[in-house]
């Protein structure tokens, strides 16, 4: 157990229609990071935020957002899903703040989404 | 375009025996490189990461080398044991800072 929680474990929903997922940090980790994974592409970096600032982007479509709460736990917001857009949502947690900074990322044990 | 390549995709290997799993990147500037197992439908796991000024990190029977010359990275497990059966990850991060970069894994399979 990483002690990175994530809810709901799964999720069916239809398409056109918006979700939520929530993700909550280890205790005393202040980043936040988004990942997809879908069959086709693979492990794909969403967006982090430290301290409820967003701090790096990675490959995220607009009709997602995320923000960071000040009791740090985070939210992935998908609007307008598309079939496209099933996959496993990971979120993973650190210390630190930067990509490029030598930070244990711990992940949780992911959000499925299945787009009808 | 950056690019992480992973191989081979899949691999099959009887439990006791060693083997080498391969990662190329393109990423540049480089900051760090990462290695992850992953269980099927579960979280990754970090198993090591290392800078450029590193050649070689061990986290138990995992070992992972580093070229920064020729952008080269491989993890090598030794003495395979059934729990070894995961995806292998690599994964690459930009010197600015605000880029992962994934390849697509190595699918080991460890057999009695």
């Known amino acids: 157990d990483s002690g990175v929680t994530q809810t709901p474990k799964h999720l069916i929903t239809a398409t056109g229609q918006r979700v939520t997922l929530r993700c909550s940090p280890r205790?005393?980790?202040?980043?936040v990071y988004w990942y997809q994974q879908s069959l086709d592409q693979g492990l794909q970096f969403l967006i982090q935020?430290?301290?409820?600032?967003?701090?790096a982007k990675g490959n995220i479509l607009e009709r997602f957002s995320a923000q960071q709460f000040p009791d740090l736990h985070s939210e992935l917001n998908l609007s307008s899903l598309e079939l496209g857009d099933s996959a496993l949502y990971f979120c993973?947690?650190?210390?630190?703040?930067?990509?490029?900074?030598?930070?244990?990322?711990?992940f949780g044990p992911g959000t499925r989404l299945t787009v009808t | 375009k950056n690019q992480v390549e992973q191989s081979p995709q899949s691999l099959i290997i009887l439990e006791g025996k060693n083997c080498t799993l391969q990662?190329?990147?393109?990423?540049?500037?480089?900051?760090?490189l990462r290695w992850y197992k992953q269980d099927t439908g579960r979280g990754p796991v970090s198993l090591t990461i290392?800078?450029?000024?590193?050649n070689t990190k061990s986290n138990g029977r995992y070992t992972a080398t580093l070229d920064a010359d020729t952008k080269q990275s491989s993890l090598h497990i030794t003495a395979s044991q059934l729990s070894d059966s995961a995806s292998y990850i690599c994964?690459?991060?930009?010197?600015?800072?605000?880029?992962?970069?994934f390849g697509g894994g190595t699918r080991l399979m460890v057999k009695p």
């Open positions: 290392m800078t450029f000024s590193e």
């Open positions: 990662c190329n990147y393109t990423v540049s500037p480089f900051s760090n």
């Open positions: 993973a947690s650190s210390v630190g703040g930067g990509l490029s900074e030598l930070y244990e990322q711990y």
């Open positions: 935020y430290y301290n409820g600032e967003e701090r």
């Open positions: 994964v690459v991060s930009e010197d600015a800072g605000n880029m992962l970069t």
């Open positions: 205790s005393g980790d202040l980043s």
